[in-house]
């Protein structure tokens, strides 16, 4: 994940060749990652209920892949747009499996959510930036809103969570 990150920063340092570099490397290794996880969730079976929330490590790649991509190359061409749309697809599938993600009593597992949620938000604000249509805005906004409620109700489980701790006498 880190390799993708370096793109979004390195060319403003001039550090162009090693963007690239950690570019290809962090979308080749997404490549190889993939496949992976989708046998173990087809083949093996589901993942234990508290361990289900780190599903949502799917969604942050491609998101930040093509804001990464579009950094380094200027252009929002076929592979970004296949990344961003990807994306979206992961992130339709995730939404559909909401109740099934969240079946576990809380546990700091669920703050898995936060930082995907905010790479798609991130990663559609960036598309709307781009590209300006009023329906890339739409979703940046949708995005935003559905990030922002998940972190709200994220920090509110967890002092919830620490209450409750504290209550029964034990530590935070």
Not at 137 to 146: E, K, R, S, Y
Not at 149 to 166: C, F, R, S
Request: include cysteine; charge should be positive; charged fraction near 5%.
């Amino acid at each position: 994940m880190g390799g993708i990150l370096v793109p979004l920063s390195g060319p403003q340092l001039g550090y162009h060749a090693a963007a690239w570099f950690f570019l290809c490397i962090g979308l080749l290794l997404w490549l190889f990652l993939m496949p992976i996880l989708l046998a173990r969730l087809i083949f093996v079976g589901p993942l234990p209920p508290a361990a289900q929330p780190s599903l949502l490590i799917l969604l942050p790649l491609p998101a930040l892949g093509m804001v990464s991509y579009v950094t380094m190359s200027g252009q929002l061409d076929v592979f970004a747009i296949s990344l961003f749309t990807l994306m979206l697809f992961i992130a339709v599938i995730l939404l559909s499996l909401t109740r099934s993600l969240t079946r576990s009593s809380f546990n700091m597992s669920w703050w898995a959510f936060s930082f995907p949620t905010a790479a798609c938000s991130g990663s559609c604000s960036f598309m709307a930036l781009q590209t300006g249509a009023p329906a890339a805005q739409g979703l940046a906004l949708a995005a935003l809103l559905i990030c922002s409620v998940v972190i709200l109700g994220l920090l509110l489980k967890t002092i919830v969570a620490i209450g409750e701790t504290i209550l029964r006498g034990g530590r935070p």
